[in-house]
């Protein structure tokens, strides 16, 4: 089982970004994904989730800004993140859950990404 993140960077305030989450080794289009963030220094936090059906959820500092989806066919989960800031600065994991439940939890996800950075400037 492999998570393999990309798309990140440096971007300037107001700019927009799309991470690609590409999960191999088995198929995972009945499981929940999530995407989860960590910033120097602090701890990690979620950023949203996408269930086997495709409900999504967000953490309220990212809602309107930035959307989570999913391609069955390809194994991968997006999220497309538009008016970044500053504070969105940090390394993105994707997650994947042996369930089709989608969960803010990260410890209740269990396979892990190895993280991409994004960066951005104001």
């Known amino acids: 089982v492999q998570l393999v993140e990309s798309g990140g960077g440096l971007v300037q305030a107001g700019g927009s970004l799309r991470l690609s989450c590409a999960a191999s080794g088995r198929t995972f289009s009945s499981y929940a994904m999530g995407w989860f963030r960590q910033a120097p220094g602090k701890e990690r936090e979620f950023v949203a989730t996408i269930s086997g059906s495709s409900s999504t959820t967000y953490a309220d500092s990212v809602k309107g800004r930035f959307t989570i989806s999913r391609d069955h066919a390809k194994n991968t989960v997006y999220l497309q993140m538009n008016s970044l800031k500053p504070e969105d600065t940090g390394v993105y994991y994707c997650?994947?859950?042996?369930?089709?439940?989608?969960?803010?939890?990260?410890?209740?996800?269990?396979?892990w990404g190895q993280g991409t950075q994004v960066t951005v400037s104001s």
């Open positions: 997650a994947v859950r042996r369930s089709p439940l989608r969960t803010i939890r990260g410890d209740e996800y269990d396979y």
